[in-house]
């Protein structure tokens, strides 16, 4: 199994410009996560989806958006990027029931950085 | 809403030897798991222990186990006969339980990094 896997690993974006952040997962898992980890901030949670077609905003989601439009997808947009969305972006998901034992399974991460 | 702190930003041992990592957090739910992940210079998340708080009994992983004072709301992580391997920064996490069985959000604290010396 591939887990949960997010691409790209690394982008930098001009102030103002816009992109996805993608992650796909092959486990069949209802929820989908994103967080943002700043240096000595440990991980914000962006947005959340309890399955396709639901999604609710987490801690930090100003200047974000998401969609689940399949279980397997849950892309990140950003729109008009701005420096203080640099940062490093995790994907996550787990089973219904499945977190308290297991955890979240993570992406690999992207690292953003605004210019 | 839930808090998790971790109030060391680094701490340093010697290969072999044995360290802990502190952690407090504040809830007022009476269930709930605690988490310890370790992220190495990789990035990748990798979860060491987890804990559920209607157990008394501390949860061991290997080398790693845990302090588990509920009462206290420390969730403490020992690891013994440290290995260079584990060089990372390491995490702090909580998750309420559901009555539903439903999945809870994940409240992380900021990290420790440690650093194992050879």
């Known amino acids: 199994n591939a887990g949960v896997t997010q691409t790209p690993k690394f982008r930098i974006l001009k102030i103002g410009q816009s992109m996805t952040l993608q992650c796909t997962q092959d486990m069949n898992h209802n929820y989908m996560y994103w967080y943002r980890q700043d240096p000595g901030m440990g991980l914000k949670l962006i947005y959340y989806s309890v399955g396709a077609g639901i999604t609710d905003k987490g801690e930090v989601p100003n200047g974000y958006n998401v969609s689940r439009s399949t279980t397997e997808d849950f892309p990140l947009r950003l729109e008009l990027a701005a420096p203080s969305q640099t940062s490093v972006y995790f994907c996550a998901s787990s089973y219904l029931g499945g977190a308290g034992a297991y955890g979240y399974t993570f992406g690999s991460g992207t690292r953003l950085t605004v210019v | 809403a839930q808090t998790v702190t971790q109030s060391q930003p680094e701490m340093s041992v010697q290969e072999a030897e044995t360290v802990t990592l502190s952690c407090t957090y504040d809830?007022?739910?009476?269930?709930?798991?605690l988490f310890w992940y370790k992220q190495p210079p990789s990035r990748q998340m990798i979860l060491v222990i987890r804990?559920?708080?209607?157990?008394?009994q501390n949860a061991t992983e290997n080398r790693f186990s845990v302090n588990f004072q509920k009462a206290a709301k420390s969730f403490s992580l020992k690891i013994s006969d440290s290995q260079l391997g584990d060089t990372a920064m390491y995490f702090c996490?909580?998750?309420?339980?559901?009555?539903?069985?439903?999945?809870?959000?994940?409240?992380f604290g900021k990290g420790i990094t440690l650093s194992v010396r050879p």
């Open positions: 996490a909580f998750m309420k339980q559901t009555p539903s069985g439903a999945n809870s959000k994940l409240t």
């Open positions: 804990q559920e708080a209607y157990k008394q």
């Open positions: 809830t007022s739910e009476s269930n709930y798991y």
